[in-house]
């Protein structure tokens, strides 16, 4: 008897409804997932640290902590996924990377980014666990087929994604 192996899969995400349309597809698509929600930048690491994962969707935009009911998450990390790609080089963690944002725009004033430029320095920094980005628009289709061509990818070698 062969037993299927578990494709264990960590969402960093904040946003109640995004999380829950990519936890969906998520599910739909890879077979005998374990997916294992995070909702912030620290609660994200410490996953990261403590288990391991075939891959990772990661929010670019995030509170510092969980939101609960006493508490407001912290200030809002507009390059949180970013700090969580730096961490997991600095702790070498070399999971894959994918991120997935409703953001085209990053940053204030003079340090305003543009999503094609975020991905060109993720790329340059994190060559060896970044897979790429894909722009979440909940009014738009185009993510789904985006995000499912990066899994494919992502585990070609590992899983048979259907």
């Known amino acids: ?3 299927a192996t578990m494709v264990n899969v960590l969402l960093i995400e904040d946003d109640e409804n995004k ?3 990519l936890a969906a597809l998520i599910e739909a698509v890879v077979p005998n997932v374990s997916l294992f929600i995070s909702k912030s930048l620290n609660s994200g690491l410490r996953s990261l640290v403590v288990d391991r ?3 990772v969707i990661l929010d670019m935009t995030m509170p510092s902590f969980d939101i609960g009911p006493d508490d407001d998450g912290g200030r809002p990390q507009a390059y949180g996924g970013r700090e969580i790609l730096q ?3 600095r702790r070498g963690i070399k999971t894959p990377v994918i991120v997935v944002t409703q953001f085209d725009r990053f940053g204030e004033g003079k ?3 543009d999503l094609s430029e975020l991905d060109s320095q993720l790329r340059l920094e994190h ?6 980005v894909v722009y979440y628009n909940v ?3 185009g993510w789904r087929e985006a995000l499912l061509a990066m899994i494919r990818t992502v585990s070609a070698e590992t899983l ?3």
């Open 19 to 21: 999380r829950g349309q």
């Open 87 to 89: 961490q997991m080089d």
């Open 111 to 113: 340090n305003v980014t």
């Open 160 to 162: 048979v994604v259907g």
């Open 127 to 132: 060559p060896d666990i970044y897979q790429g």
């Open 139 to 141: 009014a738009l289709t």
């Open 53 to 55: 994962f075939d891959f």
């Open 1 to 3: 008897m062969v037993l």
